[in-house]
């Protein structure tokens, strides 16, 4: 009690924010979910909540309350004129929360929806057990990783806009923190949707950049993602249990923190083999402090990589470790300040 002010004495003030916490983001998910934020943008005026209710399907005092929690948290404008509320996007909504916006965070906050939130319903078995509740959430093995995450087209097309929606955000900073002009090929080894990838060859033009992922990942890819100036290419491949081409630079983006670390050594291994004299890989992937103190939403991931994979979130020095034995040297690092940080490791 002598750590805490007169103030959290008397109040708990950042429990009690942290205790409601799971009800904001769920207001934020629902929102997205019925459409709010692109009804409001589209509608180019401020509307009432009973327009807003008229338009969405919804009723009326349901969708007060939540146009009213969405104002307090500040992602909404609100206006009283003659006693009626107008309600009205802010630039951040614009911006992130529309699906039109091309750095919408939508696709993204629907696969943490639909997907995460179910799963973390189940965390205290999750930490009980020590293993993955995609049995107890979807009725699916938990030694299959990814055919849970890809158990239907709808659900690979929502992890697929998750990975979109986080390289468009993150993508730049990951593409930029080390200068990768001297690789001439490089290859993003589950590279998905290829954001990431169009980061990296819109930094490097003078590259080749390729995304490698399984068939019906890069069939999808193709399909739903593709852009008209597109100037990456993709190849199908399994990087576990087929071939991997030949490459200057091979990118690890959110591979590594899924599996046991066995796993990551053996493909860490072979990406050494296929890597040109010369070359390296580079990995992004969320950092810890190695004091174990946060980053806060970093140990997030980390739980969260308990309840869906068998992989969990390290510090700096477990990659530098995992890629000295893999047989890579002079392991850079560089925290971006953002959600996920990137390490440089030469052949």
């Not at 468009?168 to 490089?186: E, P, Q, R």
């Not at 990296?200 to 990942?217: F, G, N, Q, R, W």
């Not at 020095?317 to 300040?337: I, P």
Request: proline residues 3%; glycine residues 6%.
């Amino acid at each position: 009690a002598e750590h805490l002010s007169q103030s959290e004495l008397d109040y708990p003030f950042k429990l009690m924010e942290y205790l409601n916490g799971f009800r904001i983001s769920k207001a934020i998910f629902s929102a997205c979910e019925l459409g709010v934020f692109d009804l409001l943008l589209e509608s180019q005026k401020p509307l009432t909540a009973g327009e807003v209710a008229q338009k969405l399907g919804t009723s009326g005092d349901g969708i007060e309350r939540l146009l009213d929690l969405l104002v307090a948290i500040e992602i909404l404008e609100v206006e009283l004129m003659q006693g009626t509320a107008y309600y009205n996007s802010t630039d951040v909504a614009n911006l992130y929360l529309a699906k039109s916006s091309p750095k919408s965070l939508h696709s993204l906050i629907i696969y943490h929806s639909q997907t995460t939130y179910p799963l973390w319903n189940n965390l205290v078995d999750a930490v009980r057990e020590g293993k993955n509740q995609n049995e107890k959430t979807f009725g699916l093995p938990s030694e299959e990783i990814f055919s849970a995450i890809y158990r239907s087209e709808e659900e690979m097309l929502k992890f697929m806009g998750l990975m979109n929606s986080t390289w468009v955000i993150d993508g730049h900073d990951i593409a930029t923190a080390f200068d990768l002009s001297c690789f001439k090929s490089i290859i993003d080894l589950g590279g998905c949707s290829g954001a990431l990838a169009r980061e990296i060859a819109k930094e490097y033009p003078s590259s080749t950049v390729m995304v490698l992922d399984l068939p019906e990942v890069i069939q999808s890819a193709q399909r739903h993602f593709a852009q008209q100036n597109d100037t990456i290419c993709f190849q199908e491949g399994n990087f576990f249990d087929g071939e991997i081409p030949s490459a200057d630079l091979y990118i690890l983006a959110r591979i590594i923190h899924d599996w046991k670390d066995d796993k990551n050594v053996k493909l860490l291994k072979k990406i050494h083999s296929a890597c040109n004299k010369g070359g390296g890989v580079l990995i992004a992937e969320a950092l810890l402090f190695e004091n174990r103190r946060g980053p806060t939403m970093v140990q997030t991931f980390s739980l969260n990589m308990l309840v869906q994979t068998e992989g969990k979130e390290h510090p700096p020095s477990y990659y530098t470790h995992l890629l000295t034995e893999a047989g890579f040297r002079d392991v850079q690092v560089y925290r971006t300040g953002k959600s996920y940080d990137a390490i440089l490791a030469l052949k």
